[in-house]
């Protein structure tokens, strides 16, 4: 067997492979960037030099024209920046790399079991009511109603032989996605804002696509809290912050409270307890153990989310004791949920507990 070698010459522009496998790093760069385009590129120059990514047949001048010519970055005079393109692409990719980790009928399940209007037909059948769709009507069961109310000799149809396929009824849910940027959510080179960065993107792409009747709205918490806009999101960032958790609860619950939805919901991405309250505009804080007057506070906020029927889920993205401790205060006064999230695998849990808490309505 005779076998011919020729020198490689590196990647070539009209490979399409190589071009996509390029983006994918770039969009994950910008990702970890929080939607810093130059750095990105920096990064693409660095990991080019050192990996062969760029040569004089394809360079990274050539990629940036790439970049323009998709739409997804364009040139100012200061540089580059991400267009609203690229973002919602950002967000279309963290969104298939999560339902990508769930097992199959995971998240994609996003019904409730209780019978309404306005979800997909079942095979189930009931009497035709007032004001149903006659569209959902079932030929065969209404013709035996009649014949069976009337006999086959005197056929006639009246109201009372309608019969209708039931519908899946498709609860609406508003949600409110807490985001802790402390500054140990970047501590001793821990990444644990990127893969909260990733949520609320995904989560953000999940319910403008396929559920426009659910609101999402992302609250970040440090040493006070803040909504943060849908289109802002690739740019969160961890800062020199304390854990203003309160805060961030009472932040989320207003919001809900001007929300329409049957299930009302918070959920909370955190590494720490919390460390601070404001009182009389001044932050009271206390980074050593678990301050009393700081507990107290937010658990009295939890158990007023818990009166306003807005249940919260926490999702630790450290276990140590104080942390542990006073999540499961939280959730027992609440009745919510607790996950010991790896970052890495985040996502998974949050949509999964997204899916389950759309089911049914929240007590």
């Known amino acids: 067997m005779r076998f011919d070698y020729t020198q490689w010459q590196g990647p070539r522009p009209e490979d399409l492979d190589f071009i996509r496998q390029m983006m994918e790093i770039y969009r994950n760069l910008l990702l970890q960037t929080?939607?810093?385009?130059?750095?990105?590129?920096?990064?693409?120059?660095h990991f080019g030099e050192q990996y062969g990514f760029f040569n004089e047949t394809f360079g990274l001048e050539d990629f940036q024209r790439l970049l323009e010519e998709s739409g997804e970055a364009r040139r100012t005079p200061g540089g580059f920046e991400v267009t609203p393109q690229g973002e919602k692409r950002i967000r279309q990719d963290s969104l298939n790399e999560i339902f990508t980790?769930?097992?199959?009928?995971?998240?994609?399940?996003?019904?409730?079991?209780?019978?309404?209007?306005?979800?997909?037909?079942?095979?189930?059948?009931?009497?035709?009511?007032?004001?149903?769709?006659?569209?959902?009507?079932?030929p065969l069961a209404t013709l035996s109603n009649a014949v069976r109310n009337r006999?086959?000799?005197?056929?006639?149809?009246?109201?009372?032989?309608?019969?209708v396929y039931e519908q899946e009824h498709l609860s609406s849910a508003a949600t409110v996605l807490m985001v802790d940027v402390s500054h140990s959510m970047v501590l001793y080179g821990e990444d644990r804002?990127?893969?909260?960065?990733?949520?609320?993107?995904?989560?953000a792409h999940l319910i403008e696509t396929r559920y426009p009747k659910d609101t999402l709205d992302v609250v970040l918490f440090g040493d006070d809290a803040a909504q943060v806009p849908i289109r802002d999101l690739l740019r969160i960032?961890?800062?020199?912050?304390?854990?203003?958790?309160?805060?961030?609860?009472?932040?989320?619950?207003?919001?809900?409270?001007?929300?329409?939805?049957?299930?009302?919901?918070i959920?909370?991405?955190?590494?720490?307890?919390?460390?601070?309250?404001?009182?009389?505009?001044?932050?009271?804080?206390?980074?050593?153990?678990?301050?009393?007057?700081?507990?107290?506070?937010?658990?009295?906020?939890?158990?007023?989310?818990?009166?306003?029927?807005?249940?919260?889920?926490?999702?630790?993205?450290?276990?140590?004791?104080?942390?542990?401790?006073?999540?499961?205060?939280?959730?027992?006064?609440?009745?919510?949920?607790?996950?010991?999230?790896?970052?890495?695998n985040l996502g998974a849990y949050v949509f999964r507990d997204f899916v389950r808490n759309r089911r049914k309505r929240l007590h």
């Open 267 to 344: 959920f909370m991405v955190t590494d720490g307890k919390p460390s601070a309250i404001r009182e009389q505009g001044r932050l009271y804080k206390n980074p050593y153990g678990l301050d009393p007057k700081i507990v107290n506070r937010t658990l009295d906020e939890a158990a007023h989310c818990r009166r306003k029927r807005i249940t919260i889920t926490t999702f630790m993205l450290a276990a140590d004791p104080p942390l542990l401790d006073f999540v499961r205060r939280l959730t027992e006064l609440n009745h919510g949920r607790i996950y010991e999230a790896d970052p890495q």
């Open 34 to 45: 929080g939607g810093d385009v130059d750095e990105a590129l920096r990064w693409m120059a």
């Open 237 to 265: 960032q961890a800062g020199p912050f304390h854990t203003n958790t309160q805060a961030g609860l009472a932040l989320a619950r207003r919001i809900l409270e001007g929300r329409r939805g049957v299930n009302k919901q």
């Open 151 to 163: 006999g086959i000799e005197d056929l006639s149809l009246e109201e009372e032989d309608l019969e």
């Open 101 to 138: 980790a769930l097992q199959v009928g995971g998240a994609g399940d996003h019904r409730t079991p209780v019978a309404g209007h306005g979800g997909e037909r079942l095979s189930e059948t009931r009497p035709y009511q007032f004001g149903d769709d006659l569209g959902n009507l079932d």
């Open 193 to 203: 804002i990127t893969p909260a960065r990733k949520i609320a993107l995904a989560l």
